[in-house]
Each structure stands twice: as structure tokens, then as C-alpha cells.
């Protein structure tokens, strides 16, 4: 092999560093996650046995744990298991555990058992950031995504789905015994074998049956008509072009370094309740008495949108585009005109419609309003197939129109949203792999959605402003 660089005989002696600390440059993120473990308060934050206890035997502290998995989660490596071979064969976990080695076991623990704990130490991050200045724009924009949970689809029952399965095997059962049937008038020599298979089978799928009427006594019983058995948390949601069994994350992100600023993992699988919740969690976050966000159709819900004005929060949602009467090439809501010193709408050809009354629609408080003249009026077939065009308006619809001048004076809002919003949810599960969660149940899935998020912020941030300078901010 002559001709290339060689390397050294295995059984050259050589002089190694005597200190770890030689392995690890003074650059290297390790750092990061061994300083800012230090410098956060793990009493505080509720982590079990950051107290010792008097007698017993000694446990590993919780900030060695700790440290683990967030070195673990940015390097992309979940998995308890996996973190137990590193911290026996990896130079930079030797270092940042003073050569410590738990087994899978004990880490698993930690996480499962300190899970409220874990996500206090994801928003001292971001408390961290927002003491940086990170967050000069005010401006975050949400979005939800859907993840996979470890219940597999054939383990999440609907009442559709249970039925159809049902009635598969019901359908099976009868197929056999006719099989059965026509088996035993056979000669018993040549039938025997096949009867003895087909009873095999049909007792296998009275089986099944049995499991899914107990299953369906569950779904009964469940609030939202829905079974999962790996994980009982875990809901089938609907994505694009498919459905999965998992969870809805949220996230809030700050659209001047991208930084995820709030998070929670839900398992609704629609985004409509969401806008304001995420909203003021952002707004606590980044401790900002203004704040404007922007969200995409599919979190337009009227009652979200007044939530945030009571708030003091300036909220940018287009409304979704379902009027049937645009549908069916008729006049829709937009093409009348509301004059609020009259307290009437002006139709497209020029009429009054005065108020007539108020209703409850769905909790919400509705005016209704109509012309008289609708029947010898020539553009009635553009507008309504009934005697009357009647519009109806929302007792605060005023808040709706301001918000959706304000989207008209900002027409890049939208581009800023994805530009901003898509993207984190891109790397996360890049980052995660196709099998998205690891644990089971919503208070596990939550803690390990709060260390790629705080993985996340980590990257960000050493990229933003430097390693160096994130460790001399921590250790102010």
C-alpha cells in the first residue's frame, strides 16, 4: 500500500492526552450542554432525587442525566439504548459525565419519570434566548404537524373501522364453514387434512372476534369514539393524502432566527382550538407585551381570533374559502357591504337589507338580515334560489374585518409564515427519523418533543452567535 497515508500498527504503544478535557475543543457544543445544565436550577425545576436522600443507596444526579440526553438528542441519538453504548465508548459523554456509564434502564427512567421537569428546562432555554435579544421582531408564526406515535394503524380502532373489521370477519367464517361443509362430504381420507385446517383457522378468527368486542365495549366507553392499544394516547389523524396514529405538535416560531419559542404536543387532530393558546404562550415566552402572529387557514375559528383581540394580540389568519354560494357561481358574503351607522348590508344591486333579529347559532350571538325586495330584483338569480337573500353577521364580525384589512395591507404575510414555520418541522423529523416518537403515551411523547425542541435552539442559537459567545451568556 505504498503510495498512501498510513496509519499506525495496533499494537504501537503511544502516549495518549492524560486529560479528557485535551479531547474536547473549547468550540465543541458539549460545553454548551455541560454549562447550561450547571447553571439551571434542578430543584426548581421539580426533577426527582435532585435531592439526596439521607439513607439508601446513592443515585446518579439528575443533571448527569440530563446532560446525556440532550448531548443524545443533538446528535440524534433517542434511543436509551444507544445512549448507554455512547456513554461507554464516546470520548465527549466520558468528558461531559466524568466518565460515568448508567445503564439504558436508569436513562429511560429519568425521562419517563421527569417529564414536566424536562420541558421547564426547554423554556429556560428560550428565557435564555430572550435575554440574548434574539426576539426583536414580535412577529411568530404557528403551525401543526403531524408525528407518528409507536401504535401502529392496525392497533388504532374507529367505529368504522372496527365494524368493517368485524363484518371481514364474519364474512371469513362463513366462507370457511361453507369450505367445511363441502370438506366433510368428501372421502374422509382426502378431507381430512383440509378440515382440520379450516377449523384451525375459524377458531382463530372467532378469537379475533372475541378481542374486537372487547375492543368495541372500549370504544364505547371513549369520550372521542376512538381506541389505540400500543399507545392510548395516540389518535388517527389525517395528513395529506393519507392518514397516520400519532400526535398534533404545535409550535410558535420567531420569524426573525427561526427560533421555536413555544411548543405542546396535542393528540386533536384538527389546529382550530390552537390560535390563542399558542399565541399567549408565546407572548409568556418571550416576555413581550406586543405581540402580532400569523397562521394559515386552518386555524380560522372566530371565537380564537376574539380570544387573541381580547388578548392585545394582532392576529393575521386568511379566512377559508368554503361560501357555497361562490361554489355555485352566486353572490357570497364578501359582495355585500356592512354600513355600521345604519346597522344594515347594501347588496350588489344596491339594496338595503335592515336588521330583522338575533339568533344563538352554536354559542355565538348572530344578527340576520334581509330585503323585502329580493323578488322583482334582476340580479336574483346571481344571488339566492330562495325568497330572500338573508346574511348573517357575528356580533363581533368587526373583529374579523379589521384583521382581514390587515392582511390585505400585508400581502407577504403568508410567505413569512411558511418561509418560517415549515421549515423546523422539516428538520425535526429529519432529525427524528420515519419512526417520529419513541414513547408512548402524551406526558412521554411531551418530553421528548421539549428535547428535539431544545436541540432545536441549541443549534440555532451556537449557529447564530457562536458557541463561545452562547457560553459566555450562560455564564454570566
Not at 364453514?177 to 362430504?185: E, F, Q, S
Request: proline share 4%.
Amino acid at each position: 500500500m505504498k503510495r498512501f497515508i498510513q496509519g499506525e500498527h495496533r499494537g504501537q504503544g503511544t502516549f495518549l492526552p492524560e486529560s479528557l478535557d485535551d479531547y474536547v475543543t473549547e468550540a465543541n457544543p458539549v460545553r454548551v450542554v455541560d454549562v447550561f445544565v450547571d447553571e439551571i436550577d434542578l430543584v426548581k425545576l421539580g426533577f426527582e432525587s435532585a435531592i439526596p436522600a439521607d439513607t439508601g443507596r446513592p443515585a446518579y444526579h439528575p443533571a448527569i442525566l440530563l446532560k446525556i440526553y440532550i448531548y443524545g438528542y443533538l446528535n440524534r441519538i433517542q434511543s436509551s439504548r444507544r445512549l448507554e453504548r455512547e456513554a461507554q465508548r464516546n470520548v465527549e459523554l466520558m468528558w461531559l459525565t466524568g466518565r460515568l456509564m448508567p445503564d439504558f434502564k436508569t436513562i429511560a427512567n429519568f425521562r419517563k419519570d421527569n417529564s414536566k421537569a424536562i420541558r421547564g428546562v426547554c423554556r429556560q432555554f428560550v428565557v435564555l434566548c430572550q435575554q440574548l435579544g434574539l426576539f426583536g421582531e414580535n412577529l411568530v408564526a404557528i403551525d401543526g404537524s403531524k408525528f407518528k406515535a409507536v401504535n401502529n394503524r392496525d392497533r388504532n380502532f374507529t367505529s368504522a373501522k372496527l365494524k368493517r373489521r368485524m363484518e371481514e370477519i364474519e364474512s371469513s367464517i362463513n366462507r370457511y364453514l361453507t369450505a367445511l361443509d363441502a370438506a366433510d362430504r368428501q372421502e374422509p381420507t382426502a378431507s381430512e387434512p383440509s378440515a382440520v385446517r379450516l377449523e384451525e383457522k375459524i377458531a382463530k378468527l372467532k378469537t379475533q372476534m372475541k378481542e374486537l368486542q372487547a375492543i368495541e365495549i372500549q370504544l364505547n366507553e371513549s369520550p372521542d369514539k376512538q381506541v389505540s392499544l400500543t399507545d392510548p394516547d395516540a389518535r388517527s389523524m389525517m395528513t395529506r393524502g393519507t392518514g397516520i396514529v400519532g400526535y398534533n405538535v404545535q409550535t410558535a416560531v420567531d420569524t426573525q432566527h427561526h427560533l421555536i419559542v413555544a411548543h405542546e404536543v396535542t393528540n386533536f387532530g384538527s389546529d382550530r382550538d390552537q390560535l390563542s393558546s399558542m399565541a399567549k404562550q408565546a407572548r409568556d415566552a418571550m416576555a413581550s407585551e406586543t405581540l402580532a402572529v400569523v397562521a394559515d387557514r386552518g386555524y380560522f375559528k372566530s371565537e380564537e381570533i376574539l380570544a387573541c383581540h381580547d388578548a392585545d394580540i394582532t392576529a393575521h389568519v386568511p379566512k377559508p374559502m368554503t361560501s357555497s354560494a361562490k361554489a355555485d357561481g352566486r353572490f357570497n358574503k364578501d359582495a355585500f357591504v356592512y354600513d355600521a351607522t345604519k346597522n344594515e348590508y347594501i347588496c350588489p344591486a344596491g339594496e338595503a337589507l335592515p336588521w330583522r333579529f338575533s339568533s344563538i347559532e352554536k354559542g355565538m350571538n348572530m344578527h340576520c338580515y334581509w330585503s323585502s325586495k329580493c323578488q322583482g330584483c334582476a340580479l336574483k338569480t346571481q344571488c339566492t334560489p330562495s325568497k330572500n337573500r338573508r346574511v348573517r353577521r357575528w356580533e363581533h364580525e368587526a373583529v374579523l374585518e379589521e384583521m382581514q384589512r390587515r392582511l390585505n395591507h400585508a400581502p407577504d404575510m403568508m410567505r413569512i409564515r411558511k418561509r418560517t414555520v415549515e421549515h423546523p418541522f422539516g428538520t425535526l423529523k429529519q432529525w427524528m427519523g420515519s419512526t417520529h416518537f419513541l414513547t408512548r403515551k402524551l406526558i412521554g411523547v411531551s418530553a421528548e418533543m421539549s428535547l428535539n425542541v431544545l436541540a432545536y435552539n441549541m443549534k440555532r442559537v451556537m449557529n447564530i452567535i457562536g458557541t463561545a459567545s452562547l457560553l459566555k451568556a450562560m455564564a454570566a
